[in-house]
């Protein structure tokens, strides 16, 4: 089966860390480039990191400095480590498998930042 699943969300307080896990199964990760998004209640789906297949990362000027972005083609898994958390970082992240657009999301994993 062709999927993603996300995990490592949870509840720390600002100034925390965490480390957000996407593994994909079901097609060739190492073939795509891939992202990971976030999404507030109420507010619009953001885009926050883009990685290449070949592990070159992007950021959103948001999270840049903060969050790194990185892969392990051999495990198929996405990463997202979070750093200096702040409140405006609560929300659902999602991985995204890039194709012409997102074309394949997860379910996603909730982070919860108090302030």
């Known amino acids: 089966e062709v999927q993603l699943v996300e995990s490592g969300g949870g509840s720390v307080e600002a100034g925390g860390s965490l480390r957000l896990s996407c593994t994909a199964s079901?097609?060739?990760?190492?073939?795509?480039?891939m992202s990971w998004y976030r999404q507030a209640p109420g507010n619009e789906c953001e885009l926050v990191s883009t990685?290449?297949?070949?592990?070159?990362?992007d950021y959103a000027d948001s999270v840049r400095d903060r969050f790194d972005c990185y892969r392990d083609n051999d495990k198929s898994t996405l990463y997202l480590r979070l750093n200096i958390l702040k409140a405006e970082d609560s929300g659902t992240y999602y991985c995204?498998?890039?194709?012409?657009?997102?074309?394949?999301r997860g379910p996603g994993t909730t982070v919860t930042v108090d302030s």
């Open positions: 079901g097609f060739t990760f190492d073939d795509f480039d």
């Open positions: 990685i290449s297949s070949h592990g070159s990362p």
């Open positions: 995204s498998r890039e194709f012409r657009g997102s074309d394949l």
